[in-house]
């Protein structure tokens, strides 16, 4: 319950303060690609049951019809939207996920329901114990390190192949030490992250997870 009042609290709090920026990337995406402003994304929940998880679009219409995975300077992406991906502004609208408590603020990214029922092992579905979040260390991995990883020839198998495991491993290995305060520290790492990233920083170190996840499955980069 404590949890839950502060993803509501935060969310509440976040929504209120960024709507500036709510409002100005709402109008980046209607300049710049005709079409809906937002991505309803089909995502696994607790326990795997479905839902919609909410964006600001960055690709064009038709192109949300390819692979789910996006490569770096996927062409399908438009260029307003690349900017919104790359401050994690299109990730705005999920505060409203958290509040409808489909998400948390902090918890294991949601993945899309065809990965989960193909491609998930036995402790990766440990995972789907508790609710996906906005962001996480497996979050953070991904943002700093899952492009290197990708193939742009074959963005989903280089996905699966490479990033799906580490990613799930530093998030079980999280999930079994997570507190109210680690959950602070992971927002402090997520926005140092997106700042550093802002600047024109390339390179990070792992998550600090990364050593433990290799119980489960190693991690590459560095």
């Known amino acids: ?18 709507l500036p920026l709510t409002l100005a990337s709402a109008l980046a995406v209607r300049l710049g690609s005709p079409g809906p402003i ?14 919609a998880m909410l ?3 960055t ?25 919104l991906r790359k401050l994690k502004l299109d990730e705005l609208p999920q505060f409203w996920n958290v ?5 948390s603020i902090v918890g294991p990214r949601p993945e ?22 906005i962001t996480s260390p497996g979050a953070i991995f991904g943002y700093t390190h899952a492009d290197a990883l990708l193939d742009p020839a074959d963005p989903e198998g280089s996905y699966v192949a490479h990033v799906l495991g580490p990613k799930l491993a530093i998030e079980r290995a999280y999930i079994e030490r997570a507190t109210f305060f680690s959950d602070l520290a992971v927002m402090l790492r997520t ?18 997870e990364a050593r433990e996840a290799a119980r489960w499955h190693p991690v590459p980069g560095g």
């Open 1 to 18: 319950m404590a949890k839950r009042t502060f993803d509501i609290v935060v969310a509440a709090l976040v929504l209120v303060c960024t």
């Open 38 to 51: 937002f991505y309803r994304a089909a995502r696994a929940g607790v326990g795997g049951a479905p839902f």
């Open 55 to 57: 964006k600001f679009r």
């Open 59 to 83: 690709m064009h219409v038709a192109a949300h019809q390819g692979p789910e995975i996006t490569a770096p300077n996927d062409a399908r992406i438009f260029r307003a939207g690349a900017l």
């Open 99 to 103: 509040l409808a408590g489909d998400m």
């Open 112 to 133: 899309s329901l065809a990965i989960v029922e193909s491609q998930y092992a036995p402790w990766m579905m440990e995972t789907l114990a508790v609710r996906p979040g």
């Open 191 to 208: 926005a140092w992250t997106i700042l550093l990233v802002a600047v024109g920083r390339t390179r990070f170190a792992l998550p600090r």
